[in-house]
């Protein structure tokens, strides 16, 4: 079996789901139902990072590589410049708390983009302002 191969995959797809965490909220200005997967995965992210928990997939990778024979990274195009965008050699938990930061605030920002666009293309999507009653003078009859 392929297992070195389908490590590989597992690596491009673990690269995915960073890059949809971190820039993912940019495509709910097209396709806005992808909040009920986006958040989540947001959560997601933040909670590992946060908690200094290993990503299941990181183990689930390390045990396809082994079964394939692979001593560990080699030396191919994914190995080369995909894993060291995933697995950098000096993460520290205080880098960790960092890129939980940057994840915060690049959703924040992306997240305050959409909902200001969406009301500035729909007025009534904004949430209603309360305005101040005015008083109209009431005649009397003589």
């Known amino acids: 079996m392929p297992y070195g191969l389908f490590a590989d995959a597992l690596v491009l797809a673990h690269l995915a789901f960073v890059g949809f965490v971190m820039l993912g909220g940019i495509a709910l200005a097209w396709r ?7 958040l989540p995965a947001v959560m997601w992210a933040i909670l590992v990072e946060w908690n200094g928990w290993i990503c299941p997939l990181t183990p689930w990778e390390q045990r396809l590589r082994a079964a394939g024979g692979e001593p560990g990274y080699g030396g191919n195009f994914i190995d080369h410049y995909v894993v060291p965008l995933l697995y950098p050699a000096d993460l520290t938990p205080r880098i960790q708390l960092l890129l ?3 994840v915060i605030a690049v959703n924040v920002l992306i997240y ?7 009301i500035q293309s ?3 999507a904004a949430p209603p302002v309360r305005r101040a009653r005015t008083l109209r003078p009431t005649r009397t009859h003589d």
Not at 32 to 38: G, M
């Open 32 to 38: 806005p139902n992808l909040a009920w997967f986006h």
């Open 100 to 102: 939980v930061a940057v």
């Open 112 to 118: 305050a983009w959409i909902i200001g666009r969406r």
């Open 122 to 124: 729909d007025p009534s």
